[in-house]
Nanobody, 118 residues
Framework: QVQLVESGGGLVQPGGSLRLSCAAS????????MGWYRQAPGKKRELVAEVTSGDKKTYVEFVEGRFTISRDNAKNTVYLQMNSLKPEDTAIYYC????????????WGQGTQVTVSS
Protein backbone atom coordinates (compact mmCIF):
# COMPACT_ATOMS: atom_id res chain seq x y z
CA GLN A 1 0.00 0.00 0.00
CA VAL A 2 1.41 3.35 -1.07
CA GLN A 3 1.32 6.19 1.43
CA LEU A 4 2.55 9.75 1.20
CA VAL A 5 2.27 11.56 4.52
CA GLU A 6 2.87 15.30 4.66
CA SER A 7 3.71 17.23 7.81
CA GLY A 8 5.06 20.58 8.87
CA GLY A 9 2.24 22.90 7.87
CA GLY A 10 0.82 25.55 10.14
CA LEU A 11 0.25 29.23 10.74
CA VAL A 12 3.16 31.59 10.17
CA GLN A 13 3.53 35.36 9.91
CA PRO A 14 4.52 37.01 6.63
CA GLY A 15 8.26 36.77 6.15
CA GLY A 16 8.44 33.61 8.21
CA SER A 17 9.57 30.11 7.33
CA LEU A 18 8.21 26.59 7.36
CA ARG A 19 9.64 23.24 6.40
CA LEU A 20 7.30 20.67 4.94
CA SER A 21 8.10 16.98 4.93
CA CYS A 22 6.59 14.12 2.96
CA ALA A 23 7.38 10.59 4.04
CA ALA A 24 6.72 7.92 1.42
CA SER A 25 6.16 4.20 1.88
CA UNK A 26 5.20 1.36 -0.43
CA UNK A 27 7.21 2.66 -3.39
CA UNK A 28 10.79 2.46 -4.62
CA UNK A 29 11.30 6.06 -3.61
CA UNK A 30 14.58 6.62 -5.44
CA UNK A 31 13.09 6.15 -8.91
CA UNK A 32 10.21 8.60 -8.44
CA UNK A 33 10.07 12.28 -9.28
CA MET A 34 8.80 13.89 -6.10
CA GLY A 35 6.80 17.08 -6.26
CA TRP A 36 5.07 19.65 -4.13
CA TYR A 37 1.82 21.17 -5.34
CA ARG A 38 -0.55 23.59 -3.69
CA GLN A 39 -4.19 24.51 -3.94
CA ALA A 40 -5.63 27.75 -2.62
CA PRO A 41 -9.38 28.18 -2.02
CA GLY A 42 -11.23 28.57 -5.31
CA LYS A 43 -8.12 27.88 -7.38
CA LYS A 44 -6.72 24.91 -9.26
CA ARG A 45 -3.95 22.77 -7.88
CA GLU A 46 -0.60 24.04 -9.15
CA LEU A 47 2.95 22.81 -9.20
CA VAL A 48 5.34 24.46 -6.75
CA ALA A 49 8.53 22.46 -7.17
CA GLU A 50 9.74 19.02 -8.10
CA VAL A 51 12.91 16.96 -7.87
CA THR A 52 13.71 14.07 -10.19
CA SER A 53 15.31 10.76 -9.35
CA GLY A 54 18.56 12.30 -10.62
CA ASP A 55 18.13 15.23 -8.20
CA LYS A 56 17.27 17.76 -10.89
CA LYS A 57 15.16 20.48 -9.31
CA THR A 58 12.52 22.64 -10.92
CA TYR A 59 10.70 25.59 -9.39
CA VAL A 60 7.83 27.70 -10.58
CA GLU A 61 8.55 31.37 -10.93
CA PHE A 62 6.56 32.59 -7.94
CA VAL A 63 8.67 30.58 -5.46
CA GLU A 64 12.06 30.80 -7.15
CA GLY A 65 14.66 31.98 -4.62
CA ARG A 66 12.34 31.52 -1.63
CA PHE A 67 11.57 27.78 -1.60
CA THR A 68 13.99 24.86 -1.73
CA ILE A 69 13.04 21.28 -2.49
CA SER A 70 15.26 18.40 -1.43
CA ARG A 71 15.06 14.66 -1.07
CA ASP A 72 16.63 12.07 1.20
CA ASN A 73 16.44 8.69 -0.48
CA ALA A 74 17.72 6.94 2.64
CA LYS A 75 14.69 8.24 4.55
CA ASN A 76 12.19 8.06 1.67
CA THR A 77 11.38 11.68 2.37
CA VAL A 78 11.08 14.86 0.34
CA TYR A 79 11.22 18.31 1.92
CA LEU A 80 10.12 21.79 1.00
CA GLN A 81 11.89 24.59 2.83
CA MET A 82 9.78 27.73 2.50
CA ASN A 83 11.30 31.09 3.40
CA SER A 84 10.05 34.67 3.07
CA LEU A 85 6.50 33.45 3.09
CA LYS A 86 3.76 35.70 1.76
CA PRO A 87 0.00 35.70 2.39
CA GLU A 88 -0.50 34.50 -1.20
CA ASP A 89 1.41 31.32 -0.31
CA THR A 90 -1.57 30.29 1.84
CA ALA A 91 -2.86 26.97 0.51
CA ILE A 92 -3.05 23.27 1.11
CA TYR A 93 0.28 21.77 0.06
CA TYR A 94 0.30 18.30 -1.45
CA CYS A 95 3.13 15.88 -2.02
CA UNK A 96 3.18 13.81 -5.21
CA UNK A 97 5.18 10.85 -6.45
CA UNK A 98 5.47 10.34 -10.20
CA UNK A 99 6.95 7.10 -11.52
CA UNK A 100 9.65 7.32 -14.19
CA UNK A 101 7.10 5.81 -16.57
CA UNK A 102 4.84 8.80 -17.16
CA UNK A 103 1.86 6.66 -18.10
CA UNK A 104 1.59 5.48 -14.50
CA UNK A 105 -0.63 7.91 -12.58
CA UNK A 106 1.03 9.77 -9.71
CA UNK A 107 0.37 9.12 -6.05
CA TRP A 108 -0.79 11.95 -3.81
CA GLY A 109 -0.65 12.73 -0.13
CA GLN A 110 -3.56 14.05 1.89
CA GLY A 111 -2.18 17.58 2.08
CA THR A 112 -1.04 19.92 4.82
CA GLN A 113 -2.42 23.40 5.42
CA VAL A 114 -0.10 26.39 5.26
CA THR A 115 -1.52 29.72 6.37
CA VAL A 116 0.49 32.93 6.14
CA SER A 117 -1.15 35.68 8.11
CA SER A 118 -0.37 38.34 10.67
Amino acid sequence: QVQLVESGGGLVQPGGSLRLSCAASGIIFSIYTMGWYRQAPGKKRELVAEVTSGDKKTYVEFVEGRFTISRDNAKNTVYLQMNSLKPEDTAIYYCSAQHIVDAIPPYWGQGTQVTVSS
